[in-house]
Every structure is written in structure tokens, then in C-alpha cells.
């Protein structure tokens, strides 16, 4: 499944956005760092860089809950819609069963049609979500 969702084009686009995104408050953070530094060399006084640093920290941190809050429910979505497209692929194709890796002790790999079902999801005719 792992290997499904990874491939999934639509993956690889919230990828691209979420380094983007990750880029971008890399970039505010930076800023932030700029300015306690140009703080500190302006002879502030220790509550008042400690005061700056702790606003820096909850920053960061409100930056890192909002890209994981965002990006979780982003890939939960993709997962499941995953998981529906491989349904209507064994339902088109004729299979009964379809097994992930995690439900199986051992399988022939003759067996394995995880290729053939990323090409179905990447597939032109089936990318209208």
C-alpha cells in the first residue's frame, strides 16, 4: 500500500506542496533569527531577548502543528482515495482479493500487482478527483 500511495501522482503533487510550504516558513524562520540576532547585537536586555526567543519558539512551533495539521489531513485523504481506486480496479480487472503486505506471511511475487495498479492510478482516464 505504501508503495501505491507513494507513486499516486497526486502524492507526489501534495509532496511538492508541502515542500514548498516547508520552504516558506523555513524562510520565517529565518527572518525571526535575523531579528533576535540584530536584537541581541543591539545591546538588549536579557528579558527582552528571552522574552523575543520564546515568542520565536511558539512561532515555530505554531508553524510545525499547522504544516502537520494540514498535510495529515491531506494524506489521509490520498490514502483512502487510494484505497477506493484499488476496489474499482480488482471490480474492473476480476479479482476477488486484493491483500497488502501487512496481511500476508508470504506470497509469490508472480503475484504482485502492485506495478500494474500504480500505472491504473496514474492512468489519465481515472485522474477525475
Same mark, same amino acid.
Given at each position: 500500500?505504501?508503495?501505491?500511495?507513494?507513486?499516486?501522482?497526486?502524492?507526489?503533487?501534495?509532496?511538492?506542496?508541502?515542500?514548498?510550504?516547508?520552504?516558506?516558513?523555513?524562510?520565517?524562520?529565518?527572518?525571526?533569527?535575523? /531579528?533576535?540576532?540584530?536584537? *541581541?547585537?543591539?545591546? +538588549?536586555?536579557?528579558? =527582552?531577548? @528571552? %522574552?523575543?526567543?520564546? &515568542? $520565536? /519558539?511558539?512561532?515555530?512551533? *505554531?508553524?510545525?502543528? +499547522?504544516?502537520?495539521? =494540514?498535510? @495529515? %489531513?491531506?494524506?489521509? &485523504? $490520498?490514502?483512502?482515495?487510494?484505497?477506493?481506486?484499488?476496489?474499482?480496479?480488482?471490480?474492473?480487472?476480476?479479482?476477488?482479493?486484493?491483500?497488502?503486505?501487512?496481511?500476508?506471511?508470504?506470497?509469490?511475487?508472480?503475484?504482485?500487482?502492485?506495478?500494474?495498479?500504480?500505472?491504473?492510478?496514474?492512468?489519465?482516464?481515472?485522474?477525475?478527483?
Amino acid at each position: 500500500m505504501k508503495k501505491l500511495v507513494e507513486n499516486y501522482y497526486k502524492w507526489k503533487d501534495l509532496e511538492t506542496l508541502y515542500q514548498r510550504d516547508l520552504q516558506f516558513y523555513q524562510g520565517k524562520i529565518s527572518e525571526m533569527e535575523q /531579528q533576535f540576532l540584530d536584537l *541581541q547585537r543591539s545591546g +538588549a536586555t536579557p528579558e =527582552e531577548l @528571552q %522574552q523575543n526567543y520564546q &515568542q $520565536i /519558539q511558539a512561532r515555530i512551533n *505554531q508553524y510545525d502543528q +499547522a504544516l502537520q495539521i =494540514e498535510y @495529515q %489531513q491531506k494524506m489521509n &485523504q $490520498i490514502t483512502n482515495e487510494v484505497a477506493l481506486k484499488i476496489s474499482q480496479y480488482a471490480k474492473d480487472n476480476g479479482y476477488d482479493l486484493i491483500l497488502n503486505e501487512i496481511g500476508v506471511i508470504y506470497f509469490n511475487p508472480k503475484w504482485d500487482i502492485t506495478n500494474d495498479i500504480i500505472e491504473y492510478l496514474n492512468n489519465e482516464e481515472n485522474k477525475t478527483n
